[in-house]
């Protein structure tokens, strides 16, 4: 069965960093994109980011730009976001999806979500 899992949220300050983990399995992982999204409370779910199983990048939105970092390790079966230089407004729940290509909003499937909280 395909299964995606975030891992890697928690509670940082504001300037600081983390780095997310979509953990996959269940699936022909190096075939296949991964996308992080994220959701802020009372709001609509946003891409962020998707790489594909080559290794090439979309970019969905400016306001990461030059803090988010997407990557993958297909050995691991595992995608990344790295961020940095956190401020309030990345306060969300965050998840990872995998289709086919890297649409705008993936039809695949989808984890849980993992919260990242940033302090002010």
């Known amino acids: 069965q395909v299964q995606l899992v975030e891992s890697g949220g928690g509670l940082v300050q504001t300037g600081g960093s983390l780095r997310l983990s979509c953990a996959a399995s269940g699936f022909a992982f190096e075939k296949y994109s991964i996308g992080w999204f994220r959701q802020p409370l009372g709001k609509k779910r946003e891409g962020i980011s998707c790489i594909t199983g080559s290794g090439e990048i979309i970019n969905f939105i400016d306001s990461v730009k030059g803090r988010f970092t997407i990557s993958r390790d297909n050995a691991l079966n595992t995608a990344y976001l790295q961020m940095d230089s956190l401020k309030s407004e990345d306060t969300a729940v965050y998840y990872c999806?995998?289709?086919?290509?890297?649409?705008?909003?993936?039809?695949?499937?989808w984890g849980p979500g993992t919260q990242v909280t940033v302090s002010t």
């Open positions: 999806a995998t289709d086919e290509d890297c649409p705008e909003y993936p039809t695949g499937y």
